[in-house]
C-alpha cells in the first residue's frame, strides 16, 4: 500500500528515510532540500540554489547532494519538465549539508575536466 505524504513538490529526487519516520529529498526545480514528517507537515531544510539532484545520507549523519548547477524548466498541461540549462547556471558542484541547522558547505566543484576539492 503507497500513501501519499505530500503534493506540489517540484521535480523531487534522491528521498533519505530518517529514524522518526521523515524523509528529506532535494527539489530540483526549487533548488532545495525538503524534509517531510510521517504527518505530512514539510519544512525546507536547506536552500541550495543550482540543481540538486541527488541526495545521500553519510556515516556522520550529514546529507551529500550532487548539484548539476542548474537547469531551466517549463510547465504546461502534460507537466513539468526540463528544457535547458539557465541563465544563471552556477556550475557543478558536491555540498554537505547539516541536517540539524541546514547550513551548506560545497567540497568540491566541476573545472569542465572533472572536479576540484576544496
Known amino acids: 500500500m503507497l500513501t501519499e505524504m505530500a503534493r506540489g513538490l517540484r521535480f523531487p529526487e534522491g528521498p533519505v528515510a530518517f529514524a522518526d519516520g521523515s524523509v528529506a529529498f532535494v527539489e530540483i526545480e526549487r533548488g532545495i532540500i525538503t524534509r517531510i514528517a510521517a504527518d505530512g507537515t514539510?519544512?525546507?531544510?536547506?536552500?541550495?540554489?543550482g540543481g540538486p539532484n541527488g541526495l545521500a545520507q553519510g556515516p556522520d549523519g550529514a546529507l551529500y547532494v550532487t548539484n548539476n548547477g542548474g537547469?531551466?524548466?517549463h510547465e504546461d498541461a502534460q507537466g513539468?519538465?526540463?528544457?535547458?540549462?539557465p541563465d544563471d547556471?552556477?556550475?557543478?558542484?558536491?555540498?554537505r549539508v547539516d541536517p540539524s541547522d541546514g547550513s551548506v558547505a560545497k567540497l568540491a566543484t566541476s573545472t569542465g575536466s572533472g572536479f576540484n576539492l576544496r
Open 42 to 49: 514539510s519544512i525546507v531544510l536547506a536552500r541550495l540554489g
Open 71 to 73: 537547469l531551466a524548466f
Open 80 to 85: 513539468l519538465r526540463v528544457v535547458g540549462q
Open 89 to 95: 547556471y552556477s556550475g557543478g558542484r558536491i555540498e
